[in-house]
T-cell receptor
Framework: SQTIHQWPATLVQPVGSPLSLECTVE??????LYWYRQAAGRGLQLLFY??????ISSEVPQNLSASRPQDRQFILSSKKLLLSDSGFYLC???????????FGPGTRLTVT | GEDVEQSLFLSVREGDSSVINCTYT??????LYWYKQEPGAGLQLLTY?????DMKQDQRLTVLLNKKDKHLSLRIADTQTGDSAIYFC???????????????FGQGTILTVHP
């Protein structure tokens, strides 16, 4: 069966510090991968998606970046965090049709 | 563009049925989904329905789709306190020729179940 992991689970970082969040998927090959941010409200904002290794598309311009160095590894990074980067970051993967997405447990990021 | 809207709150008594409603705007939607999120956790896929279906039932869950009105609902029978969570509907459309399965999510409905 497929599983998706995210780490760390929680993170407190000062403004201006770098960020690296990791997501890995097991039990499937060539998944579509996604990074979302869920702010204090409830809505999900799609940040990045990837259909293959080194194939990354950005949905929202910002100071975050994403990379996919391996088929089942997706990394979210920042060189300098802003206060507004605080939130709950979710990684997800999907198959092709019916395209349902499966989410990881999330990382709670607090920028102080 | 795509837009998905949900009512923000629903409160029910334990044992009653819950009905969570969702409307969407994109007529090219192919699949519609319901997710559940418990506090501090990721989203859990509950069920999905293909746009050429009117209804799908899975144990206590019933999904109804009115494609003409672009209205989707999730009915939870015999609601339990463990059903308290945020429920998201989402649509997958082919607008813009997307082929990777981008979903558009609603804002979520907070379901509170009282004993």
């Amino acid at each position: 069966s497929q599983t998706i992991h995210q780490w760390p689970a929680t993170l407190v970082q000062p403004v201006g510090s770098p960020l690296s969040l990791e997501c890995t998927v097991e039990g499937t090959s060539n998944p579509n991968l996604y990074w979302y941010r869920q702010a204090a409200g409830r809505g999900l904002q799609l940040l990045f998606y990837s259909i293959g290794i080194d194939q990354i598309s950005s949905e929202v311009p910002q100071n975050l970046s994403a990379s996919r160095p391996q088929d089942r590894q997706f990394i979210l990074s920042s060189k300098k965090l802003l206060l507004s980067d605080s939130g709950f970051y979710l990684c997800a993967w999907s198959t092709d049709s019916p395209y349902e997405q499966y989410f990881g447990p999330g990382t709670r990021l607090t920028v102080t | 563009g795509e837009d998905v809207e949900q009512s923000l709150f629903l409160s029910v008594r334990e044992g009653d049925s819950s009905v969570i409603n969702c409307t969407y705007t994109d007529s090219s939607s192919t699949y519609l989904y319901w997710y559940k999120q418990e506090p501090g956790a990721g989203l859990q896929l509950l069920t999905y329905i293909f746009s050429n279906m009117d209804m799908k039932q899975d144990q206590r869950l019933t999904v109804l789709l009115n494609k003409k009105d672009k209205h989707l609902s999730l009915r939870i029978a015999d609601t339990q306190t463990g059903d308290s969570a945020i429920y998201f509907c989402a649509e997958r459309s082919v607008a813009g020729g997307t082929s990777y399965g981008k979903l558009t999510f609603g804002q979520g409905t907070i379901l509170t179940v009282h004993p």
